[in-house]
């Protein structure tokens, strides 16, 4: 891996840690509310996983000396994990029959990248185990984990 991936695993972890750290102060503050409504707890959790994705992405870029296939095969884990995760977490986050008041919160809430971002890393894990140059699908991945993950977190909180 080059220099430049590692100043994206840098800037990108970075961002990610100081998301996540102040999703963690919204959700301390309005914890009672949120312990109380099963959908909030799923927005949250998910919002999370979307912050932590390009921090885990950025760790797995900057292991010195990774064979593209292990980075590959550590991608694609990366990937399928988090789009489970997310999955299951999407169940909770509208009983049946309720959806978003706000016509705004409908719109973003249903154009959600979360199947976009775990498909881009799935994609840049399979080219690199494939022995190719797969990183280039990390970028557009981590940009859309962080725009969804500040989405998320701003329909969380105004909810």
Do not use: K
Request: hydrophobic share 60%.
């Amino acid at each position: 891996m080059t220099l430049v991936w590692t100043d994206l695993a840098v800037i990108a972890g970075s961002a990610s840690g100081a998301l996540t750290g102040l999703l963690f102060v919204a959700v301390s503050l309005n914890r009672d509310r949120i312990a109380a409504h099963p959908p909030l707890r799923a927005e949250a959790a998910q919002t999370l996983v979307l912050f932590v994705l390009p921090l885990i992405i950025s760790i797995v870029l900057v292991v010195p000396g990774t064979p593209n296939w292990v980075l590959g095969l550590e991608l694609v884990t990366v990937a399928l994990v988090a789009g489970v995760t997310m999955a299951l977490l999407s169940h909770g986050r509208h009983p049946v029959g309720e959806a978003p008041e706000d016509r705004l919160a409908q719109l973003l809430d249903s154009v959600s990248l979360n199947l976009v971002t775990t498909l881009l890393v799935l994609v840049a894990g399979c080219i690199e185990l494939a022995g190719d140059d797969g990183l280039y699908w990390l970028a557009p991945a981590i940009i859309a984990a962080l725009v969804n993950g500040v989405i998320n977190a701003w329909l969380f909180l105004i909810r």
